[in-house]
């Protein structure tokens, strides 16, 4: 039987200082997200089927524009597909500018390799056109399928089509209101936010920033810089910024991977641990019984088993405290259990108090 192992990460104690660039964003500077419905071709047979009504229509409609008039009953293929086109155009795209786009079937199409995306729409929310797709669609895997048996590698019914998205209209993007702007952390904490605004006044040299709640940093622009030449620079000083983020005491735990993840601040008061295990151990093994000869009786077949219980010595170990990531490590390592046995320490730890962290088990 296979034992679980446990991955130990440690974070440092104490916090580097980041750019404010590297912890929060501009608000309204952010990537625009566009849809369209397009179709597939050149599929080897692993396209739609006739049950995919909405592909045959598509079909007929496309053929139409182009001067061929044909029915959906006549449209007898598989080497079609229809599908959803996504795209995320980054801010302050100018027209022609390229994107990747991925394309996802949404019929009953089996596998997307070696199709081409006809030309595409890609709309905003506003329904307005922000950009087309074409192209060859790059899978990534395959599938594939004979006489009942199947062997596939990642998803053939999702590909993506590298700078295969041309932006045809720059999508809008508000981020400076009456020469005011915003400043969003990633992750929102009252300090951080209060240290952000304070290094702004501080290198401007007057209160133009409000840390207005835990995420939000409202920055007034200068008169000095509210020009559309000095606004971009303005913006590029504040995101240099230096700035040391606050961190929460947490100990993240993923029980499935047996990963534990240990941030700085955490503590743990003193407290004595007694762990032990116990250990039972099953196993079978088959009893042949034979007929005597020429006694026409059959072979019977039965299993036995046998069963071992051990349990592992049980100590008292007292801990004094740790006050430092190191700290914790050491006496854990002190205890010498198993490393799915350290998530149960941790539990009992905070069910106790002694843990001075939040406990986040993923």
Do not use: C
Request: net charge neutral; no cysteine.
């Amino acid at each position: 039987m296979k034992r679980a192992f446990i991955i130990l990460i440690l974070i440092a104690s104490v916090a580097d200082a980041s750019r404010i660039k590297d912890i929060a964003y501009v608000k309204g500077v952010n990537d625009y997200q566009v849809i369209g419905y397009g179709l597939v071709v050149g599929l080897n047979g692993s396209g739609d089927s006739q049950m995919s009504i909405f592909t045959q229509q598509s079909v007929a409609s496309m053929l139409k524009r182009f001067g061929v008039t044909v029915t959906q009953s006549q449209i007898r293929m598989r080497n079609v597909a229809a599908v959803m086109v996504v795209a995320s155009i980054p801010p302050f795209s100018s027209n022609g500018a390229s994107v990747d786009v991925t394309v996802s079937s949404m019929g009953d199409a089996t596998s997307l390799q070696g199709g081409t995306l006809l030309l595409t729409d890609l709309i905003g929310q506003d329904g307005k056109v922000y950009a087309t797709a074409q192209g060859p669609l790059s899978v990534g895997g395959f599938d594939i399928r004979a006489a009942g048996t199947e062997i596939q590698r990642n998803f053939t019914t999702t590909g993506r089509i590298p700078n295969g998205g041309i932006v045809q209209q720059a999508p809008p993007i508000n981020f400076v209101n009456d020469w005011k702007l915003s400043i969003v952390l990633f992750q929102q904490d009252f300090m951080t936010a209060t240290r952000v605004a304070d290094a702004i006044n501080q290198s401007i040299g007057s209160t133009v920033a409000d840390a207005i709640n835990g995420g939000t940093i409202n920055v007034q622009v200068p008169p000095a810089f509210q020009t559309r030449d000095k606004l971009v620079p303005f913006i590029a000083q504040i995101e240099s910024l230096q700035v040391a983020p606050d961190v929460v005491a947490r100990v993240v735990i993923n029980e499935r991977t047996g990963t534990v993840v240990v941030g700085q601040n955490v503590t743990v008061l003193p407290v004595a641990i007694s762990h032990g295990n116990l250990n039972i151990e099953i196993q079978a093994y088959p009893v042949i019984s034979q007929p005597a000869p020429f006694s026409q009786g059959q072979t019977v077949v039965t299993q036995a088993a046998t069963a071992q219980v051990s349990q592992e010595s049980t100590s008292m170990v007292a801990i004094n405290g740790a006050a430092t990531v190191q700290g914790i490590a050491t006496a854990l390592n002190s205890l010498k259990v198993r490393p799915r046995d350290i998530i149960a320490i941790f539990q009992a730890l905070k069910a106790a108090g002694a843990l001075k962290a939040e406990l986040v088990i993923m």
